[in-house]
């Protein structure tokens, strides 16, 4: 049995270390790092005369634009198209981010938190089905007890007099 159990823990092991390898091999080429991330007022605020998708945006977001780019004009003006005049008036209101993020500690993390739940639900299956041969009622419901309630008794009776007469002798 500690030989099952050891070879077990060995193949975990092994096959951890080969997702692990495989997800930092993928991660160049799925998401983006480095992203650019503009928060401004509400654009309604420069005037009706500018088309917007979506009314009450805050938050401009470019993965495309080099750190030394990170500003509203090339993050916020391509998105609502404005002209110069309205670039005067809105970009000074806006506060621009460059963020990096490492995706490689999120799916490492990620994937850690999926085999930590899996092996707790192997663990769960593991006593559902061991818990009957070991002579527990496994997930049967008990049977009631008539009285589960049993009043504690003391040594000393409630009618004793002596606990009424403490000295009777003055």
């Not at 495309?64 to 990170?70: E, F, K, N």
């Not at 000074?92 to 999926?114: F, N």
């Not at 009285?147 to 004793?160: A, G, K, T």
Request: glycine share 4%.
């Amino acid at each position: 049995m500690k030989l099952a159990g050891a070879s077990l823990a060995v193949h975990q092991l092994t096959s951890l270390a080969v997702v692990l390898s495989l997800a930092s091999l993928t991660t160049a080429y799925d998401h983006v790092d480095n992203r650019c991330s503009c928060k401004c007022p509400e654009a309604e605020t420069l005037g009706p005369d500018i088309n917007i998708d979506w009314p009450g945006r805050k938050i401009y977001i470019n993965s495309t634009v080099s750190p030394t780019d990170c500003d509203c004009e090339h993050v916020v003006k391509p998105v609502l198209g404005l002209d110069k005049e309205q670039v005067d008036k809105f970009c000074p209101r806006c506060v621009c981010q460059h963020e990096t993020r490492s995706v490689t500690t999120i799916k490492v993390v990620v994937i850690i938190i999926l085999w930590v739940m899996s092996i707790l639900v192997i663990y769960l299956g593991f006593l559902v089905c061991v818990d009957p041969l070991l002579g527990g009622r496994g997930l049967r419901p008990r049977a009631r007890v008539a009285n589960p309630y049993q009043q504690h008794q003391d040594d000393d009776s409630i009618n004793d007099d002596s606990a009424h007469n403490i000295d009777n002798d003055t």
